[in-house]
């Protein structure tokens, strides 16, 4: 979703239909990507032609991207996939196609997705947790775009009559961003501390119970230990997002505890929308969230990961910056 210190968390944007539908609950785990062998490949082909000739039906579902930011080189894709009524699809086969237009190419893809499921422990809920918010995520791991400028998005899905394709609703744009890039130095900043507020996590702090990732500065720790920092509202998220993230980064903190610190930074002032964003975000040119930043102990980002995630994939994470 997007932000905004002009529009405080406007965050009208991608991620709000991550969590609009509730889906079926049997559909919640993980599931690794089908065979990229599966979809139709795009060798010498158009994405106009992937349309014409595949025979792919037009798919009943909207493809709502997950992230904004995207560079030049290697980048994560996360996406919901949508039922025109609007409701979360957690169980469908599904691969990415991107090219600079329709009608020329080269095509990259197949790119099969992953369903990545944003569950934790049952002490790391939140309370009050919203049935209808999200359980999963689809993922692209990697997709290498080699050039700036936007791109087109098309998604193949198996469907029980056969393909069917749907064009992704919001295509990428690439290189139009200024956050901190993995191999950088990260932007120095202070984040408050349960300390700085007399023990009132509630001033810093939206999620219910408050988490523990407010025990240490940032500025405290920069360039000495690891560091993991989470840019994340839980209560004030317009797409309930954060919520998750937060609560499978408690899970981690813990998994990690003394290797690592773990801090969680809220994005509103006094924790209020009509305050605008903090400056913190401000520091590291933010424009969407939930954001998470893995930095090692010379204050490199090692990576970085826009929107949602599971367990799995932030303790691979954690692993760029903790032997």
């Known amino acids: 979703m997007r932000i905004s210190a002009r529009l405080p968390l406007a965050l009208a944007c991608l991620l709000i239909l991550l969590v609009a539908g509730c889906g079926n609950s049997n559909q919640e785990a993980s599931r690794p990507a089908p065979s990229a062998a599966e979809f139709p490949s795009a ?3 158009t994405i106009d032609q992937l349309l014409r000739t595949t025979g792919a039906k037009p798919a009943k579902v909207v493809i709502a991207p997950a992230a904004q930011a995207f560079d030049v080189g290697t980048n994560r894709y996360p996406f ?30 197949p790119l099969p997705a992953q369903v990545t499921s944003l569950e934790v ?23 290498d775009f080699p050039r700036k400028g936007p791109w087109v998005g098309l998604a193949m899905l198996k469907g029980k009559q056969g393909l069917e394709a749907a064009r992704v609703s919001a295509p990428p744009v690439v290189g139009d961003n200024k ?32 988490d523990q990732m407010h025990q240490v500065d940032y500025a405290d720790v920069f360039g000495k230990e690891p560091i993991v920092l989470v840019f994340a509202t839980p209560a004030l998220c317009q797409s309930r997002v954060c919520g998750p993230v937060v ?44 954001w998470t930043f893995l930095i090692d102990r010379h204050g490199i980002i090692r990576d970085r990961i826009e929107g949602a995630y599971g367990v799995p994939e932030l303790e691979q994470a954690v692993r760029t910056i903790v032997p």
């Open 43 to 45: 060798k010498a082909k």
């Open 247 to 290: 609560d499978v980064a408690q899970q981690v903190a813990d998994e990690y505890k003394g290797k690592a610190d773990f801090i969680h930074m809220e994005v509103y002032n006094d924790n209020e929308l009509s305050k605008g964003i903090r400056p913190q975000l401000e520091a590291f040119n933010l424009e969407t969230e939930p």
């Open 179 to 210: 956050i901190p890039k993995v191999g950088e130095k990260a932007p120095l900043i202070h984040t408050p501390t349960s300390a700085d507020v007399g023990g009132d996590l509630s001033k810093i702090d939206t999620r219910i119970p408050h």
């Open 80 to 109: 919901g996939v949508f039922t025109l009524g609007n409701e979360q699809v957690n169980d469908a086969d599904v691969a990415l196609y991107f090219a600079r237009d329709e009608k020329s190419g080269p095509v990259i893809g």
């Open 121 to 143: 422990k049952p002490a790391y809920r939140a309370a009050g947790e919203d049935p209808d918010q999200a359980k999963n995520v689809y993922v692209v791991p990697k997709v």
